[in-house]
């Protein structure tokens, strides 16, 4: 199967989410309205377009009927399957460039200045239909994304002013691709690193969901007075606990061991926050008492049994590593 044809194949699939929700007037209005905009009116271009996506994915379904059945051991032309599709995506591409012109003519001027839809539609689109399309299929890849700032999920700050529909903006920044190569100046525009706030709720609001994909289900836990102690030496005792988030790295019948990452209390407003990430074992037990013949009651705990090491991480200075930090956790 020709490459071009395979790769026209997986984008018509990414745009199945588009075909089945611009079948209708009605569908082009919630469409639009999930992507950020209350429409005055449907316009011709996208219903035209949920008309040419309805075709393309009537095409993908043709597709995956064939490649079922070659599967199943039964005859198909899998080829021409392909070609139908590679021939229905022609006019949807042609539709997305055409768009911002097509809208301008078709939406009302001030519309038109008030929202820049006409420049901004076509981006909201497939950023939303990329990050969809990795959720769905390849949702480790979609998490490692998110997590490097690639992928980000705005939601919409409401207002007494807010006039658009509630929606959260997918957005891929493309130009973070190359700062891979250079991860302090990635953290820096993603969580602040380097800079007087850590944005550790962002961290770990991103951490926690990719720990669960992972099969390495994290918990928000709150440091105890002790840890803070000695790994921020210094810094205010009076405030509030550090969240925490620990994840699994090991698990086994008697024992486990968290990875424990902590954004750093401040001695000083002017001090870059840094990282504490410490190893944490900790012992599990199980009791049953028995109630009746037939009926148990079974009791599950989990005990710390010491923090090991903690890595301080800091922007501006050399690592540090804190042996015995007693109980690494108040809650």
Known sequence: MPT??????RFARALSPLAYGMDSEDGVRNVVAYLGWELPLAPASLTA????????NSSLANLNVALHSVDAGE??????????????????VAAFHELPGRLRAELPADFIAATHIDQ??????????????????????YR???LAGIIEVTPQVITEDTVAPVFEQHQIHWNRLVKLLDPKSL???VYGWGTTQLDSERLFAELLPLSMTLSMPAEHRYASEEFTKRVAPGSSIDALPEPQLWI???????VSFFLVAMALPKTNPAELQGLALALVPSAAGELKIPLTDQLELKLSAAAQIGTGASLIVRPDRAPDVVLDM????GS
Do not use: C, H, Y
């Open 75 to 92: 005859s198909a032309d899998v080829d021409a399957a392909l070609r139908d599709v590679t021939l229905d995506l022609a006019p949807v």
């Open 187 to 189: 953290a820096r525009d």
């Open 326 to 329: 007693e109980s690494a956790t």
């Open 120 to 141: 901004e539609l076509v981006g909201r689109m497939f950023d939303w239909l990329i990050s969809f399309d990795l959720a769905k299929n390849s949702p480790l890849i």
């Open 144 to 146: 490692l994304l998110r």
């Open 248 to 254: 699994p790295v090991f698990r086994g019948d008697d």
């Open 49 to 56: 377009l949920g008309q040419d996506l309805a075709q393309l």
């Open 4 to 9: 071009f044809d395979l790769l026209a194949a």
